[in-house]
């Protein structure tokens, strides 16, 4: 933190204030603030109604922690509507505060569609001084899934346009079946995107073919998807329709021996230490590695390696 402290003028002070404020960030949401207590039984889709847009299940058992988000909206094609968006926010507030979620998948219950992005009919029906708070609400839910503090992953099983490739693009990871389509095709309707397109996709592929996308409106498959950089993961999909949801629930198992506080915090330092220079950003991931250091988990993870077993974390 000396580094960034040191820098001379307006951007010492800027990048000393900036690390300020992550490290209160990870004061605040420190370890004591995720202990929890044990574990109550749910069912694997509790919480939910069988007319719910979007379906909240907590997996059970081996899978304890993954929470997977369902959307649910067959006959408006996924797309974001005002009753869908309000679920979102609500699950969202939820699961930001729950510390036995470990990571969260966004994946479709509708066969070939992911999300189709906002909802058109809808938005047809709307005022002109409607429209940009409308707008502003699908922002506002996107960042909220962007800023939820576990690892978050977008199975992309079926068509992923605008708002719906917007909503991807807020997930950590990405997996596509190869079948899948997707792209910010929003050009072609004289808007531009509005739910954060403009900035994430080039923080994920680089500005120029960012552009190329945006201007052009084009839409790709799986396999191009995953050339340029905006997938991690492609995958043929399979008889049921699943195969991206397979594979991000395979990356979630992966993610689920890992010690909760330690990915919590590393998210934060990547995201946060993405947005700054270099000096800046190794600041910021002494402040968020310095959480780490007073926990029980540490300990136990030492003293797991010791005695040559699996750690049992806690989450304290």
């Given at each position: ?210 552009k190329e996308l945006i201007f052009s409106a084009r839409i790709l498959d799986g396999q191009e998807a995953k050339a340029v950089g905006l997938i991690s993961h492609v995958l043929e999909q399979n008889q049921e329709g699943d195969a991206a949801y397979r594979k991000a629930l395979d990356l979630a198992r992966e993610f689920l021996p890992q010690g909760p506080v330690a990915m919590r915090v590393a998210k934060l330092a990547i995201n ?45």
């Amino acid at each position: 933190m000396a580094a960034a402290a040191a820098a001379p003028g307006a951007l010492g002070a800027l990048r000393a204030g900036r690390v300020r404020l992550v490290a209160a960030c990870c004061a605040r949401f420190g370890p004591a603030a995720w202990a929890g207590g044990p574990v109550p039984r749910r069912s694997y889709s509790s919480e939910v109604k069988t007319e719910d847009e979007l379906r909240v299940r907590h997996l059970e058992e081996e899978n304890r922690g993954i929470v997977v988000l369902g959307i649910n909206r067959a006959y408006g094609k996924n797309s974001l509507s005002k009753n869908l968006l309000k679920m979102l926010s609500k699950a969202v507030d939820a699961l930001k505060s729950d510390k036995k979620v470990r990571t969260i998948i966004i994946r479709s219950e509708v066969p070939g569609i992911f999300c189709a992005g906002a909802d058109l009919k809808e938005r047809a029906k709307m005022h002109s001084s409607e429209v940009g708070p409308f707008v502003s609400k699908i922002r506002g839910v996107i960042n909220d899934i962007a800023n939820l503090p576990v690892p978050t992953i977008a199975a992309i099983d079926g068509l992923a346009l605008g708002g719906g490739l917007e909503l991807a693009l807020a997930c950590d990871i990405r997996v596509a079946a190869s079948s899948a389509k997707m792209g910010l095709v929003e050009t072609k309707l004289a808007i531009i995107p509005g739910g954060g397109g403009t900035q994430r996709l080039p923080r994920a592929i680089g500005m120029s073919l960012a552009k190329e996308l945006i201007f052009s409106a084009r839409i790709l498959d799986g396999q191009e998807a995953k050339a340029v950089g905006l997938i991690s993961h492609v995958l043929e999909q399979n008889q049921e329709g699943d195969a991206a949801y397979r594979k991000a629930l395979d990356l979630a198992r992966e993610f689920l021996p890992q010690g909760p506080v330690a990915m919590r915090v590393a998210k934060l330092a990547i995201n946060q230490g993405m947005e700054v220079d270099l000096v800046t950003g190794l600041a910021i991931e002494e402040a968020c590695y310095a959480q780490t250091i007073s926990t029980k988990d540490r300990l136990e993870g030492l003293l797991a390696f010791k005695e040559k077993r699996p750690p049992r974390y806690k989450g304290e």
